[in-house]
T-cell receptor
Framework: GEDVEQSLFLSVREGDSSVINCTYT??????LYWYKQEPGAGLQLLTY?????DMKQDQRLTVLLNKKDKHLSLRIADTQTGDSAIYFC????????????FGRGTSLIVHP | DTAVSQTPKYLVTQMGNDKSIKCEQN?????MYWYKQDSKKFLKIMFS???????INETVPNRFSPKSPDKAHLNLHINSLELGDSAVYFC???????????FGPGTRLTVT
């Protein structure tokens, strides 16, 4: 199976919260990332979390990490139409190299 | 001021041709990367250069040859293009091998 798995689509209404989920397989991952890809653009690093943390909050974004279940989630509060994009989860192994392994990405569609 | 830029943005060419994609970063980073994103949105590392030296060379056909004339540039030359080479190619850079990566906007390559 894939090393990093995400559901492919998520549809929410403007103003609601969005939760994008990700599971990974490498328990030795030291960094876990969320990237955003807007249409026609490259990937933009949104946030990342160290594996020794459970939660990280940055304005409207909340990242939750459950190491036992190897589950990572990204919650976007008060989702806006401008949040419509593809969100990639990625994990990075230890060893001094931050070459991440990416999931397929979740397309977030925000309805007005 | 674009941090990581790629040219061209779109490239349509016929099978068997040879083409190059250029990447430049003005962030002063030491490390640069090439990724391939296929039609299923899988993002895979192809190459990584650190201080103009090849560090990572994943399983990529030797028709693909990266060239780094200086730390700010990493070009990708592809010989004898095949249909399966059609994808979006992303360049990225990072301060060093242990830092987060900044991505370019991507080059959509279509081989007909």
């Amino acid at each position: 199976g894939e090393d990093v798995e995400q559901s492919l689509f998520l549809s929410v209404r403007e103003g609601d919260s969005s939760v994008i989920n990700c599971t990974y397989t490498d328990s030795s991952s030291t960094y876990l990332y969320w990237y955003k890809q807007e249409p026609g653009a490259g990937l933009q690093l949104l946030t990342y979390i160290f594996s020794n943390m459970d939660m990280k909050q940055d304005q409207r974004l909340t990242v939750l990490l459950n190491k036992k279940d190897k589950h990572l989630s990204l919650r976007i509060a008060d989702t806006q139409t401008g949040d419509s994009a593809i969100y990639f989860c990625a994990e990075s192994p230890p060893g001094g190299s931050y070459i991440p392994t990416f999931g397929r990405g979740t397309s977030l569609i925000v309805h007005p | 001021d674009t941090a990581v830029s790629q040219t061209p943005k779109y490239l349509v060419t016929q099978m068997g041709n040879d083409k190059s994609i250029k990447c430049e970063q003005n962030l002063g980073h030491d490390t640069m990367y090439w990724y391939k994103q296929d039609s299923k949105k899988f993002l895979k590392i192809m190459f990584s250069y650190n201080n103009k030296e090849l560090i990572i060379n994943e399983t990529v056909p030797n028709r693909f040859s990266p060239k780094s004339p200086d730390k700010a540039h990493l070009n990708l030359h592809i010989n004898s293009l095949e249909l399966g080479d059609s994808a979006v190619y992303f360049c990225a850079s990072s301060h060093n091998m242990e830092s987060e990566q900044y991505f370019g906007p991507g080059t959509r390559l279509t081989v007909t």
